[in-house]
Structure formats: structure tokens, C-alpha cells
């Protein structure tokens, strides 16, 4: 993850697609996941249409470590090479690159399961696409969702995923984005080093359940967002109770003093949020802990990492 100079921070506007109707048939994932990024992208009838529009995680598959190797897609990107959408073998990527040419938006596409064929491995990874289509960036899930809480709810991602090995945040040409998915957030490192790599807003495709959702969605995407003064956002499916897995709704953003923005509760649906550059600096004015923290008592993480 190379530093540069963190790039303008320009006011914009939010699209995350709470994404329903995950079924078996991946055709149909893509194709509805296509058109509800084409409704995002025409944005609020009194609105700045969306800049960036972001999809759920494993939005093209059922969400569960069986089917993980049965929907994973080869996608073969190397950080820092330029990438061939035409000779892609993953039809998700193919579609998310299309639809992002066709609404010159950003794209965070969520993510899907991803066989890298140099490893036989298989990972849950998110891809971003540029308004022009380009596959810019990818940031494979670093921390497996492995939990077990008796009578209510055990998973293991581990079973047929394994892990990534970096962190990842691109720029554009209004902020720098930093990019982690669901379980990532209950690790504060990431962001923590996110944000003080010049990150303004950081977005992870997640899928909480119906245990853990109500207890830590929201709190940890706010105390993520106070923690480093920045836009934090989580984009979920819509919940089907018809699924194997339920997830919890409630994609949301939040800005850097903690406050919601914008919320869905859990059904299909797409929400829309300002992000003010303003509000951004008077929390780091009024509230100054970037330049309050004591690197002689404690290790500066974003250094050593
Ligand atoms: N998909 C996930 O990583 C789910 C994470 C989750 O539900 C949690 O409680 O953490």
C-alpha cells in the first residue's frame, strides 16, 4: 500500500445498494445487481447523483463456505498492473467494469469469491472499478468471519477461504478511499492505519446476522468513524429469511463525529449520503487527537505495519 500525498478532499455523494434477491442462479445475482446500479446511479430526483456506488459483500453467490468454491471466479489481478477487463475470465468483473463505464461512476463491487489460480486458494474479494471501467484496485478479506456463539450462531469462512495479506485504499479525484470487508471491522488496525495513511473515508461491503447485527453494526462502524475522524460506511444485503444465511440490513454511513448519515433497515433498497469534506476538518479541529497522540508512550501502528 504506497503513500502518497492524499489528494483533494471535495465534497461528493454516497451510493450503497442493500442489495436483495441473492439467489443460486449467479446470472441472475449479476444482472440484477447490474440494474440496481444503474437505479443507484441515477441518483435522488433533487439530488448531486452518486460519485461512488457500492455493492454488498458475496453479492453474486449465496453467502456460506459451501458455496464459496462453487461460485469462485478467477480474476487475476496484480496490484499496479494495468488490467485486461476484455481478457478477464471473471463475469463479475466483466459485468461491475461495464456498468461502472456505463454510469461513469466509481464502483465498489462488493465482493465474490475469487480463485486465485497461482495458489489454488480461494479468497472473498472486493474490486473497484474507475468511471472509464478500469479495474483499479482489490482488497481480499484479511480477518476470516470464524465465530461460534452457541445457540445462535456459528460460521466458519475458513473451512474453504483463506485470508488476504494487505491493506488497500485507492484515490479519486475527491478522496482517498480506504477498503476492508465486514468481519475487518471488529479489527481497529486496519482502519487505524487506513486512516492515517491520508484515507478521508473508509467503505466495507459487509453482512452481519441477525445475532451480532443488532449488537455491533452499528456501534463499531461509529466507533471505527470517532476513532479516526472519518466517513466510515457498510453496505449489506437486503435480508432474506429464505436464505441459508440472514443477514442484518442496515447499511449505513457515518461521519467522522459519529452521527449516522444516512441508514436502510432491511429490506432492498439504496440509500444515499453527503460526504462534506467540512465536517471532516471541524471534527479534527475541535476534536484534535491526530496531532495529541503519544508515539513516546505507544508504537505508531501505521509505521510498523
Ligand atoms: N460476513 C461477515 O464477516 C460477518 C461478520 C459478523 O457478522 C460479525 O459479527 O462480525
Given at each position: 500500500?504506497?503513500?502518497?500525498?492524499?489528494?483533494?478532499?471535495k465534497s461528493f455523494?454516497?451510493?450503497?445498494?442493500?442489495?436483495?434477491?441473492?439467489?443460486?442462479?449467479?446470472?441472475?445475482?449479476?444482472?440484477?445487481?447490474?440494474?440496481?446500479?444503474?437505479?443507484?446511479?441515477?441518483?435522488?430526483?433533487?439530488?448531486?447523483?452518486?460519485?461512488?456506488?457500492?455493492?454488498?459483500?458475496?453479492?453474486?453467490?449465496?453467502?456460506?463456505?459451501?458455496?464459496?468454491?462453487?461460485?469462485?471466479?478467477?480474476?487475476?489481478?496484480?496490484?499496479?498492473?494495468?488490467?485486461?477487463?476484455?481478457?478477464?475470465?471473471?463475469?463479475?468483473?466483466?459485468?461491475?467494469?461495464?456498468?461502472?463505464?456505463?454510469?461513469?461512476?466509481?464502483?465498489?463491487?462488493?465482493?465474490?469469491?475469487?480463485?486465485?489460480?497461482?495458489?489454488?486458494?480461494?479468497?472473498?474479494?472486493?474490486?473497484?472499478?474507475?468511471?472509464?471501467?478500469?479495474?483499479?484496485?482489490?482488497?481480499?478479506?484479511?480477518?476470516?468471519?470464524?465465530?461460534?456463539?452457541?445457540?445462535?450462531?456459528?460460521?466458519?469462512?475458513?473451512?474453504?477461504?483463506?485470508?488476504?495479506?494487505?491493506?488497500?485504499?485507492?484515490?479519486?479525484?475527491f478522496?482517498?478511499?480506504?477498503?476492508?470487508?465486514?468481519?475487518?471491522?471488529?479489527?481497529?488496525?486496519?482502519?487505524?492505519?487506513?486512516?492515517?495513511?491520508?484515507?478521508?473515508?473508509?467503505?466495507?461491503?459487509?453482512?452481519?446476522?441477525?445475532?451480532?447485527?443488532?449488537?455491533?453494526?452499528?456501534?463499531?462502524?461509529?466507533?471505527?468513524?470517532?476513532?479516526?475522524?472519518?466517513?466510515?460506511?457498510?453496505?449489506?444485503?437486503?435480508?432474506?429469511?429464505?436464505?441459508?444465511?440472514?443477514?442484518?440490513?442496515?447499511?449505513?454511513?457515518?461521519?467522522?463525529?459519529?452521527?449516522?448519515?444516512?441508514?436502510?433497515?432491511?429490506?432492498?433498497?439504496?440509500?444515499?449520503?453527503d460526504i462534506d469534506p467540512e465536517?471532516?476538518?471541524?471534527?479534527?479541529?475541535?476534536?484534535?487527537?491526530?496531532?495529541?497522540?503519544?508515539?513516546?508512550?505507544?508504537?505508531?501502528?501505521?509505521?510498523?505495519?
Open positions: 500500500m504506497p503513500f502518497k500525498v492524499p489528494p483533494t478532499f455523494t454516497l451510493a450503497l445498494v442493500q442489495l436483495g434477491n441473492i439467489g443460486a442462479n449467479k446470472s441472475d445475482n449479476l444482472r440484477h445487481a447490474r440494474a440496481m446500479v444503474l437505479t443507484a446511479a441515477s441518483g435522488r430526483a433533487d439530488q448531486q447523483k452518486p460519485s461512488i456506488i457500492v455493492l454488498p459483500e458475496c453479492f453474486n453467490s449465496p453467502y456460506g463456505h459451501v458455496h464459496f468454491p462453487v461460485y469462485a471466479e478467477e480474476i487475476g489481478y496484480t496490484p499496479g498492473t494495468p488490467y485486461d477487463i476484455a481478457k478477464s475470465k471473471s463475469e463479475s468483473v466483466k459485468m461491475l467494469s461495464e456498468v461502472a463505464k456505463e454510469t461513469k461512476s466509481w464502483l465498489i463491487g462488493g465482493s465474490i469469491p475469487e480463485k486465485d489460480d497461482t495458489d489454488g486458494k480461494i479468497y472473498n474479494t472486493c474490486t473497484v472499478y474507475s468511471p472509464a471501467g478500469e479495474l483499479i484496485c482489490m482488497h481480499r478479506k484479511v480477518h476470516l468471519f470464524d465465530i461460534d456463539i452457541p445457540g445462535k450462531i456459528t460460521f466458519k469462512e475458513s473451512e474453504t477461504l483463506t485470508g488476504g495479506k494487505s491493506m488497500n485504499f485507492f484515490d479519486t479525484e478522496a482517498r478511499i480506504g477498503l476492508g470487508i465486514c468481519y475487518d471491522v471488529r479489527f481497529p488496525e486496519l482502519a487505524m492505519i487506513a486512516a492515517r495513511r491520508g484515507c478521508h473515508v473508509l467503505v466495507y461491503p459487509g453482512a452481519f446476522n441477525l445475532t451480532t447485527g443488532p449488537l455491533h453494526w452499528e456501534l463499531l462502524q461509529r466507533g471505527r468513524a470517532v476513532d479516526n475522524q472519518v466517513f466510515f460506511s457498510m453496505c449489506s444485503p437486503a435480508r432474506d429469511l429464505t436464505a441459508g444465511y440472514h443477514a442484518w440490513g442496515h447499511s449505513m454511513v457515518v461521519n467522522p463525529m459519529g452521527l449516522i448519515l444516512s441508514e436502510a433497515n432491511e429490506d432492498e433498497t439504496i440509500i444515499y449520503a465536517t471532516f476538518k471541524t471534527a479534527r479541529a475541535g476534536v484534535p487527537v491526530t496531532t495529541q497522540r503519544r508515539f513516546d508512550v505507544y508504537p505508531d501502528v501505521s509505521v510498523v505495519a
